[in-house]
């Protein structure tokens, strides 16, 4: 199974699409609002993915555990803002 990419607010970055395990890590090690334990599995899980030591969906539902924990998830209605304002950033630089 691929990874459902996953839209998160985070705290300095705003909305990002989280594709797979690294871009999770990433967003958990430098940009998490609450390092609970949720949080502490998910960056275990998604380095394990990292190297081929966990399905990337044990990764991603550790991930996804983690988002909810901290609040942090994108409801479905937004995430069309989130696509517009990452478009946006991007072409504004």
């Given amino acids: 199974m691929t990874w459902k990419p996953i839209i998160v607010q985070l705290p300095m970055a705003g909305p990002q699409t989280i ?9 958990l090690l430098i940009d998490w609002p609450e390092r609970r334990s949720a949080h ?3 960056a275990k899980m998604c380095s ?6 966990c399905l990337e969906s044990e990764a991603r539902e550790a991930f996804q555990a ?12 937004s995430r ?4 517009r304002a990452r478009h946006s950033k991007l072409v504004s630089g």
Wanted: without cysteine; proline residues 6%; charged residues 15%.
């Fill in 19 to 27: 594709h797979g395990p690294y871009a999770a890590l990433i967003a």
């Fill in 80 to 83: 069309v803002g989130a696509k």
């Fill in 40 to 42: 502490h599995r998910a």
């Fill in 66 to 77: 983690a988002v909810m924990q901290a609040g942090i998830g994108v409801p479905l209605k």
């Fill in 48 to 53: 394990a993915a990292l190297d081929s030591k």
